[in-house]
């Protein structure tokens, strides 16, 4: 039988010492590292732990690049793994430059990036694993931990799955994104190429600057699940900008902001069509289905079908916040009379009359603001999913006679 376990022969994991509010460095040391040695044992070549804030990204590059690893593990919550895969997909770059080509392309994404990806939850909101169909609630606890490492090496079904990528403005001068988030975060010696002999710091030829997506001005981001504009991402503005408790600050700034945030007026251009043209307090643009721990912003969104599904609430007040809010969880808000579901988008186009602009988040980490343009990949990140998930069952169900199980 082929299964993870003896499909690939480099394995590299990165996991979050602090996630979960610093539980992550012993569920790591108590689950999973044992459960790593048991399935994958001397394939396992690298682990490496984050140092700081987005440095799973550099950790990623480097399992890619200097280690050769044909399967990364994140291990961590939403955030981990959306700085994990922009690490991954720039090393791809940095290896061939063009591995992302034709990626937009209606009938096929081309061929897929040539290393896996594969996450298992040690966060606190693990919002994407929710949308794979599998309980998280219990991932705290060896027996979960023991199932969710017997489906990866086993049992999981590798499937090539959609990315999303999204191009902003920067935020440079407010102070309120951290430095690191507007940088690309690689190893420091592929930042920069010399330009006379084409060889890198690291004395590997290579004329290729495709990695180094970024210019003064703007960025790219590539994320795994959903991305949001409005007042979520202010909220998380205001929280990472506090010395109180996360967990303490969200739930009040939540309701803070519900009472202060001013709704910009949002322009939102769909496969070159204006769709919306008015106030919104939030616009999620989705692969995925969840968000904020559970609510079920885009509950059609599937992460195989090469399209995005789009939300937008428009300008709720106070008074709109209970009954949207609730229904947001069930995934009933999709007919309520404030809400705009829109989808089979492959390019998103959002920008505010707002001078200040929109901050923009994904995967729950705010990385600059509006003007900025969404654009769908296509089939071209390898993922690892349990063979029950709703979401594989999708896959077979999109490519149909033409599907191509790998596993």
Not at 214 to 219: I, L, M, P
Not at 286 to 305: E, Q, R
């Amino acid at each position: 039988m082929d299964t993870v376990n003896n499909k690939f022969e480099r394995i590299g994991v990165i996991y979050n010492p602090i996630s979960r509010s610093g539980q992550g460095k012993q569920l790591f040391s108590d689950f999973i590292q044992p459960l790593l040695e048991k399935y994958f044992g001397e394939k396992v070549k690298q682990i490496l732990a984050t140092k700081s804030s987005g440095d799973g990204s550099r950790c990623a590059f480097e399992l890619v690049v200097k280690h050769n690893c044909d399967l990364i593990i994140s291990c961590g919550g939403d955030g981990h793994n959306f700085h994990c895969l922009n690490g991954l997909i720039r090393g791809c770059l940095f290896l061939n430059k063009d591995c992302l080509n034709n990626s937009n392309d209606n009938d096929s994404g081309g061929e897929p990036l040539p290393v896996t990806f594969a996450t298992l939850p040690i966060g606190s909101g693990n919002d994407f694993y929710k949308g794979l169909g599998i309980n998280v609630d219990m991932a705290y606890k060896e027996e979960m931990y023991s199932f969710l490492m017997k489906m990866l090496a086993v049992d999981g079904k590798v499937i090539e799955i959609d990315i999303g990528s999204v191009t902003y403005q920067k935020d440079i001068t407010s102070g309120l994104i951290p430095d690191v988030i507007n940088r690309e975060l690689i190893p420091e010696e592929y930042n920069v190429l010399d330009t006379a002999t084409t060889t890198t710091a690291v004395g590997e030829d290579n004329n290729n600057k495709a990695y180094l997506l970024d210019s003064e001005t703007k960025g790219t981001r590539f994320f795994l699940n959903v991305s949001t504009l409005g007042i979520g991402p202010e909220v998380l503005v205001a929280v990472n900008n506090s010395s109180i408790s996360k967990e303490l600050n969200y739930n009040f700034q939540s309701l803070w902001k519900q009472l202060t945030y001013n709704n910009p007026h949002m322009e939102i251009e769909i496969n070159g069509e204006k769709k919306i043209d008015e106030i919104c307090e939030l616009v999620a643009v989705s692969n995925g289905c969840f968000i904020g721990n559970g609510m079920k912003v885009t509950p059609n969104a599937k992460i195989v079908d090469g399209t995005f599904d789009l939300c937008a609430l428009g300008n709720l007040r106070i008074w709109d916040f209970p009954r949207v809010f609730s229904k947001l969880f069930s995934g009933t808000h999709t007919d309520d009379h404030q809400v705009k579901m829109l989808n089979n988008a492959t390019n998103v186009k959002i920008s505010s009359k707002s001078e200040q602009g929109v901050y923009v988040e994904c995967d729950g980490e705010v990385i600059g603001k509006t003007p900025c343009e969404y654009k769908m990949l296509k089939g071209k990140l390898r993922y690892v999913v349990p063979s029950f998930s709703k979401q594989y069952k999708a896959y077979l169900e999109h490519k149909s006679n033409e599907c191509k199980v790998i596993l």
